[in-house]
């Protein structure tokens, strides 16, 4: 019995050993075939590790000691000249989109808000020429509506007699002196002349003489805004009495921004609304656009045109107004989201085929609420990125390529960096940390050991590998943000700190603190 358990226990030992041997097998071919990949990967050139726009053909150390890290052929993106340059498998995990420059109309509508208000060429004012009293009134009430030639009030003038007494003698001494010789009768009709021009003067009529009393009337159809007369009051020459308009046609007075007042032409259609209708459009036109500006404000005065046979529109209502301000012909135009402005300049990434991408600095005119219009730059048919505009690493390299556009130049943005759990050192695997989706980091976490107070000030830290930045263990100098950060810490203590970016290269502590024994030992 022993014997036969012996033989078992054996060969259950060598299908053990010779499974291992098989799955071993199977296991260790693919990991020497990536090895040998790996090992005849082409280094295409090694880029600087602080990810500045700076690459060298050999293998060097920055200024702070740091090993450059080299990029493999196929790997990442890497940058030729003016052009970016990354591998198809990440330009679709990026999802970067792309649209051609086409010609089109740009259709935009400018929005302001505006008050309706009358029409100044449609009031009237009336205000006799003479002296007198208002002894009836026909139209007695603010806001009354009038139609043309009714009457409006009846005056008795003392002056008004006269005139007309004279101008009626006269008339008899013609009639009385018509055998006379000429010279009487040229007296006469002067006398008569003179008495008929002083009424015309007056705008005094025969058909508005009732006796000794004169009646006025309405000179247009429309409302009553004034009424000063009193029935029985005395009135002096020129004394407004009634101010009447004409509402059928009412201004919108619009305040446009000084940037759009360019766009806006006299005789322009224009589209008002206003709360009271919101479910009506009032179709007015530019009427007139002020030549000066409003330094305050900054704004431009608009005056439309709008038909009000109905009345729906009062003075002093709020209107919504907008005006077509699109392009009259066909400008080439991308979308809106294609353009990387900086504030300095605007860029435009050109995709030149699938993975090749070259920034273009463009000139841009007209804007729509979708596209806008480019004058220099592009050229029609060419393929123009609309998302995913900074891609993989896009900030180093959008650098890079700007910089061979114009010079070095520094990007405003802040440094970008891998989540910290997902960051490999470049000297474990290089060129396998760039290529890797990359969120931006203001502030970075970093632990070390506090060497010396520099007479400037400044502070010797002698830290760990600092993952957000790509950066190994090393001895640096950093300033001080605020020198009470150093109160109760001496050199030789074991610290964490913060540190940002100032500007290019001035790395300053922001947060500063000393570790417990507990912490030096648990890191």
């Not at 009336?126 to 409006?152: D, S």
Request: no cysteine.
């Amino acid at each position: 019995m022993k014997k036969v358990y012996g033989i078992v226990v054996v060969l259950t030992l060598l299908g053990v050993a010779a499974g291992g041997y098989w799955l071993g097998a199977r296991t260790a071919v693919p990991a020497v075939a990536a090895d040998a990949a790996k090992a005849e990967r082409k280094v295409l050139y090694y880029r600087n590790p602080m990810g500045l726009p700076d690459t060298s053909p050999v293998s060097k150390k920055d200024a702070m000691g740091m090993d450059y890290v080299p990029v493999y052929e196929g790997e990442a993106e890497t940058t030729n000249g003016k052009q970016i340059v990354i591998s198809t498998d990440k330009v679709q995990k990026l999802g970067v989109k792309s649209e051609v420059a086409a010609m089109r109309m740009l259709d935009k509508t400018l929005r302001v808000a505006g008050r309706i208000e009358i029409d100044e060429r449609r009031t009237f004012v009336i205000a006799p020429k003479f002296e007198g009293w208002v002894e009836r009134l026909y139209v007695n009430t603010t806001g009354q509506a009038v139609g043309k030639g009714q009457p409006l009030f009846e005056v008795y003038s003392p002056d008004l007699v006269s005139a007309r007494r004279e101008r009626e003698l006269a008339a008899q001494g013609i009639a009385a002196l018509k055998d006379a010789d000429e010279e009487a009768r040229d007296g006469m009709r002067r006398l008569a002349e003179s008495s008929a021009a002083r009424l015309k003067n007056w705008d005094i009529a025969d058909g508005r003489v009732n006796g000794n009393r004169v009646t006025f009337h309405a000179p247009v159809s429309g409302i009553v805004l004034e009424k000063n007369a009193v029935q029985g009051m005395r009135f002096m020459p020129g004394e407004m009495l009634y101010r009447i308009a004409d509402l059928s046609s009412v201004w919108v007075v619009a305040d446009v921004a000084e940037q759009d007042i360019g766009q806006i032409k006299a005789g322009g259609r224009v589209q008002v609304s206003v709360d009271a209708y919101p479910e009506r459009q009032f179709d007015g036109k530019v009427d007139f656009v002020s030549p000066t500006l409003d330094s305050a404000t900054r704004t431009v005065r608009v005056r439309i045109e709008i038909p009000n046979p109905q009345g729906l529109l009062k003075p002093a209502m709020f209107a919504q107004v907008v005006l077509p301000v699109g392009s009259a012909s066909p400008v080439l135009t991308v979308p809106v989201s294609a353009v990387i402005d900086s504030g300095l300049r605007q860029i435009v990434l050109v995709q030149l085929a699938q993975g090749r991408f070259e920034p273009r600095e463009v000139k841009l005119g007209s804007r729509s609420d979708r596209y806008v219009e480019v004058l220099e730059g592009i050229a029609e048919g060419e393929q123009v990125v609309t998302a995913a505009n900074f891609l993989i690493d896009a900030e180093s390299n959008l650098r890079a390529a700007l910089g061979g556009m114009s010079g070095p130049v520094r990007q405003a943005q802040d440094r970008q960096a891998t989540p910290a759990a997902s960051v490999q050192s470049p000297a474990a695997e290089p060129g396998k940390a760039t290529a890797q989706l990359k969120t931006a980091v203001v502030g970075h976490q970093a632990q070390g050991t506090l060497e010396a107070v520099n007479a400037d000030g400044t502070l010797s830290i002698t830290h760990g590998p600092i993952a957000s930045l790509g950066w190994p263990g090393m001895t640096m100098d950093f300033a001080l943000a605020n020198s009470a950060l150093l109160d109760g810490i001496q050199p030789g203590s074991a610290i964490s700190f913060e540190i940002v970016e100032r500007k290019p290269d001035e790395w300053v502590i922001t947060k500063l603190q000393a570790r417990t024994q507990h912490q030096h030992e648990g890191h």
